[in-house]
């Protein structure tokens, strides 16, 4: 599975600490899954769209 | 490749240490130790030995408890690491306990493993019975968390 959480985090010109901290998860977690080393459970891969404001389909894509 | 702040570092350490349940564990070491050591002196009564077999029981149970607080408290990637790792230990570590029970069968009770920092074979030799499996945890939960997150 391929994402876009890197791109759309730089774009507003967020940390990964405080992308980490509105989803109330780690940093280590952010930068796992930008590097595409770990996949999000369902929940959060939802709660990281939301957060966006974007469709979960648009944020994550098969890979 | 960006360095992460000396803030995010201590906030990463946090986020995956309890001192709790740190605490928890090493309690549970102290007090099968001391028990151990208090079960080997010879013409112990049978209610102090009875006192001194139950005494870690306690302790176990309140190591239960912060490791089910500590679990919970972890977001998910770190379940995930923690689930991997425990998926490579737990078999390593049954087929430790089973090698020192083949040893034992083989040479009887205790088996006289040599002990750790050059102590007696006799005096501490048990310990690594228990540090061994500890330690094949820590360094597995390196290497996975290392595999997964690329440790940044």
């Known amino acids: 599975m391929t994402n876009r959480v890197q791109e759309l985090r730089l774009a507003r010109g967020w940390t990964q600490a405080r992308l980490a901290e509105e989803l109330d998860v780690s940093r280590q977690t952010i930068y796992a899954i930008e590097s595409g080393r770990f996949d999000p459970s369902l929940p959060l891969a939802f709660r990281i769209a939301r957060c966006f404001g974007l469709a979960i389909e648009e944020v994550f894509m098969p890979g | 490749m960006t360095r992460i702040s000396r803030a ?3 906030a990463d350490l946090r986020r995956m240490f309890r001192l709790r349940s740190w605490l928890a564990g090493w309690v549970v ?4 130790g001391v028990a151990w050591w208090q079960l080997r002196q010879p013409g112990l009564a049978p209610e102090a030995r009875l006192i001194w077999l139950l005494i870690p029981l306690p302790a176990v149970a309140w190591a239960v408890r912060e490791q089910i607080v500590h679990h ?4 998910e990637f770190h379940r995930t690491v923690n689930a991997r790792a425990a998926e490579i230990t737990w078999p390593l570590t049954i087929g430790w306990l089973a090698f020192v029970a083949l040893l034992a069968t083989a040479f009887g009770f205790p088996v006289t493993i040599p002990g750790p920092f050059g102590l007696p074979p006799d005096e501490l030799g048990w310990m690594e019975v228990l540090f061994v499996p500890l330690l094949l945890h820590m360094v597995t939960f390196v290497l996975v968390h290392k595999r997964l997150s690329g440790q940044r």
């Open chain 2, 8 to 10: 995010d570092a201590w």
């Open chain 2, 29 to 32: 070491v102290l007090c099968f």
């Open chain 2, 72 to 75: 919970r408290q972890l977001d």
